[in-house]
């Protein structure tokens, strides 16, 4: 069959997926269903394995990977980060407390390989899910390759309806709080994506330059790494975070140069690829570590989250939010903020206010936990085994 068809069906599998994602208001995540389809597809035989690998996209996902890390590395300015830094550190309280949990319990329960396969995915997500799955893969841990799919694709029940929970309870104490800490923007901040580009600001509006830029920082990341032995996507996120801080790479790259969309369908490739091999015994097997790894890394986001809100002096109600953003990231984060304040808010005015006040920290949490943290996690993990 030739490449343009078998892309078509599985991008139309993706769009599918991206509807009942919507429609359910990201409570049924586009992945879970992608997975799930593909997954019993290539079960039941209706789509062969080599067809996903004849859509060529999985080369073009591989390749892409280091280079979406850097564009990571540039979605929240490094400035707006420090000036968020509550929300920073609270949230890598918690993941600390999730994977030392997970290390230590799971290994005693099961064995550390089974932990390392889980400790990367319940912190994060598709990258973190990606390290972890390609890595257990490489190290000829083949048999469990079923935890981190598993892990990846259910953390998300868990994860938002306890946000809401904690979200409802936290929007209802500051909606008629007029002391409440709204967080809006400054001129400085807004300024800051205005400062000069190191290279001249009109070839900074060239796509084309803008790919460039993220590729060389890519391939520069896959250099370090066999360099140095350090996993690829460390450096890849520091050369992102570094470029946009020096100006030499814009804010949200990716979306800049109009190549964010694309990028993510030819990752979810490489999602789908990683499904070959696995089979329904594996799944099975996999049930009972993956339920106990879901309770222990859960409890001890919230640990984490606790501790957190002790130090700063937060609500445990909005810092045990801030914290769970792990288990979904964006864009859960934002549409539980944006639900919460409709459902919470009695008028424009306070609706605002709870926008205002959560949306800053929750955005925050969800990009330390799954853009950075989960990815430095998964990638140390991996290197141990």
Not at 6 to 35: K, N
Not at 104 to 127: D, H, K, R, W
Not at 163 to 184: G, H, N, P, V
């Amino acid at each position: 069959m030739q490449p343009i068809y078998l892309a078509l069906l599985f991008i139309a599998i993706i769009a599918i997926g991206e509807i009942i994602s919507i429609l359910s208001r990201a409570r049924i995540p586009t992945l879970l269903v992608v997975v799930a389809t593909v997954f019993l597809f290539l079960q039941t035989g209706l789509i062969p394995e080599s067809y996903i690998e004849d859509s060529t996209f999985v080369a073009v996902g591989g390749v892409l990977v280091p280079v979406l890390i850097v564009h990571l590395g540039t979605m929240i300015p490094l400035k707006t980060m420090i000036q968020q830094y509550q929300a920073v550190v609270i949230t890598l309280i918690g993941l600390a407390f999730s994977v030392l949990g997970v290390l230590s319990i799971i290994t005693v329960l099961f064995n550390y390989e089974t932990a390392v396969a889980g400790a990367g995915p319940i912190t994060g997500g598709i990258i973190a899910y990606i390290v972890t799955s390609e890595g257990l893969r490489d190290a000829g841990f083949t048999a469990i390759m079923a935890i981190p799919i598993a892990v990846f694709t259910i953390q998300n029940f868990f994860g938002m309806p306890l946000t809401s929970f904690f979200l409802a309870r936290y929007a209802k104490k500051i909606r008629t709080d007029e002391t409440a800490a709204a967080i809006q923007p400054t001129d400085e901040e807004a300024s800051e994506s205005k400062k000069p580009f190191v290279l001249p600001h009109s070839w900074m509006q060239s796509h084309f330059v803008i790919i460039f830029l993220l590729f060389a920082g890519g391939a520069f990341a896959v250099l370090l790494d066999d360099l140095t032995g350090v996993n690829a996507s460390l450096w890849a996120l520091v050369i992102g975070v570094t470029a946009a801080a020096l100006r030499l790479l814009p804010e949200r790259s990716m979306e800049k140069a109009n190549s964010s969309g694309i990028t993510m369908i030819a990752l979810i490739f490489v999602v789908m690829n990683s499904l070959i091999g696995v089979t329904w015994d594996q799944i099975v097997a996999s049930l009972l570590p993956v339920i106990v790894i879901m309770v222990v890394g859960i409890v001890g986001l919230m640990i984490g989250a606790l501790i957190g809100a002790k130090i700063f002096k937060w609500d445990r109600n909005k810092s045990i939010p801030v914290v769970l953003t792990a288990l979904y990231g964006f864009p859960g984060d934002y549409l539980i903020v944006e639900e919460i304040s409709r459902s919470e808010g009695k008028n424009e005015a306070e609706q605002k206010r709870i926008m205002d006040e959560l949306m800053a920290p929750m955005l925050i949490g969800g990009f330390t936990s799954v853009t950075v943290g989960s990815v430095a996690i998964a990638s140390i993990l991996i290197s141990t085994l």
